[in-house]
């Protein structure tokens, strides 16, 4: 499979701890963006990252891409109880960006 | 700031009945999406639409789903005779190009 894998698929934290979702994938990308969905929402675009990128920042959000290891983590910062959802990444593959191929997401949980 | 719109937030319909989804892309956009999400599962791509044609479609995207965009604002995925594995979510996503998509709120769709 192509797509992208998030790493845990289940994550409980305190509020203000810093959170960090993992995702591998098995193909060469164009980029790799993650998503946020709340329950039964919409998906929210977060970050953008393209293959020649190695990090960005977005607020809270840090993420990371290794091209050689093929995984990304995401990284949300002083947690809030806002923060719980779950997280996707979705790969754009490379030479076949008509689509994005989602993981099956982690389910963050912030404990008050 | 612009954002994708979908109509019906919810859509019940009868088994063996037709449905229309609707979306109304962000307006300057050319790359059009529809996915869908069974309930606990990931974000599956279904078709993509450029150029007043079809780029790429699923194994899913069978002859039973079909898209349109009858004018300049909407972008519509037709169910002609909806079967129970047909319930889930179905997200539009719009592009400007074949990288950052924005997606919109979803329908949630109930075949009885």
């Known amino acids: 499979s192509q797509q992208g894998e998030e790493d845990p698929q289940a994550l409980s934290i305190q509020e203000g701890e810093n959170a960090t979702m993992n995702c591998s994938y098995k193909?060469?990308?164009?980029?790799l963006q993650w998503y946020r969905q709340n329950s039964g929402r919409g998906l929210v675009h977060l970050i953008l990252i393209r293959s020649n990128e190695r990090e960005k920042h977005s607020g809270r959000l840090r993420v990371t891409l290794d091209t050689s290891k093929k995984s990304s983590s995401l990284l949300i910062t002083a947690s809030r109880a806002a923060d719980t959802a779950s997280y996707f990444c979705?790969?754009?593959?490379?030479?076949?960006?008509?689509?994005?191929?989602f993981g099956k997401g982690t389910r963050l949980h912030i404990l008050p | 700031e612009p954002e994708v719109t979908q109509t019906p937030s919810h859509q019940v319909t009868q088994m063996g009945q037709e449905v229309i989804l609707r979306c109304v892309p962000i307006s300057n956009h050319l790359y059009f999406y529809w996915y869908r999400q069974i309930l606990g599962q990931k974000v599956e791509f279904l078709v993509s639409f450029y150029n007043n044609e079809i780029s790429e479609k699923s194994e899913i995207f069978d002859d039973q789903f079909s898209v349109e965009r009858p004018d300049g604002s909407n972008f519509t995925l037709k169910i002609r005779s909806t079967k129970l594995e047909d319930s889930a979510m179905y997200f539009c996503a719009s592009s400007v190009s074949r990288h950052e998509q924005y997606f919109g709120p979803g329908t949630r769709l109930t075949v009885t």
């Open positions: 193909t060469s990308i164009n980029n």
């Open positions: 979705a790969i754009s593959l490379m030479n076949r960006d008509d689509k994005i191929i």
